[in-house]
């Protein structure tokens, strides 16, 4: 006896995603909103407890030094958190769009105008915020980040059905 419907499966499916890729744009947003300072405090800390673990005795070089090696990397750190942010949004929003039938080519540009008009949002949004600005650059990193988590999304996805013996 079945209790839920196919239909209604797939709708609870697809809110559940829709409300992953609105958690995950707020998590990005509140990133976005938090100031120069405090962001540099969290990516700055980020780098520390990385290079803690890479370099064994990183805790007995001078502090000066230290301070020196966290700097060098703020800026990799900064444009590797864009990357990895939007590809994740990319992989929740596609794997949101596969709930639909649409062709790989029109799920794929619905996907990046998703990922990229919210990249577009997001940069605006850090005009307002003080010490940070509005980069272009930001928005290309951000939107290759998508397109990689989108194509890697719909490959996966691509291997599992074939792996089922269906293709679409």
């Not at 290309?140 to 998508?146: H, K, N």
Request: glycine share 6%; hydrophobic share 50%; aromatic share 10%.
């Amino acid at each position: 006896m079945r209790i839920i419907g196919r239909s209604t499966k797939l709708n609870i499916v697809r809110t559940i995603l829709w409300i992953l890729v609105a958690i995950w744009m707020a998590l990005i947003f509140s990133f976005s909103a938090q100031n120069a300072e405090s962001s540099s405090s969290l990516s700055g800390g980020t780098i520390e407890v990385i290079l803690k673990t890479v370099i064994r005795d990183f805790g007995s070089i001078p502090s000066e030094r230290q301070a020196d090696m966290i700097e060098s990397y703020q800026l990799v750190a900064r444009k590797s958190a864009h990357f990895l942010a939007y590809l994740v949004l990319g992989i929740l929003s596609t794997a949101a769009l596969l709930q639909y039938p649409l062709k790989s080519k029109m799920r794929f540009r619905t996907a990046m105008l998703i990922c990229s008009g919210y990249a577009v949002t997001d940069e605006i949004h850090q005009l307002f915020v003080p010490g940070r600005s509005c980069r272009i650059t930001d928005v290309f990193i951000d939107s290759f980040g998508a397109a990689i988590g989108i194509l890697l999304a719909m490959l996966i996805y691509r291997l599992y059905r074939t792996s089922r013996g269906k293709s679409k």
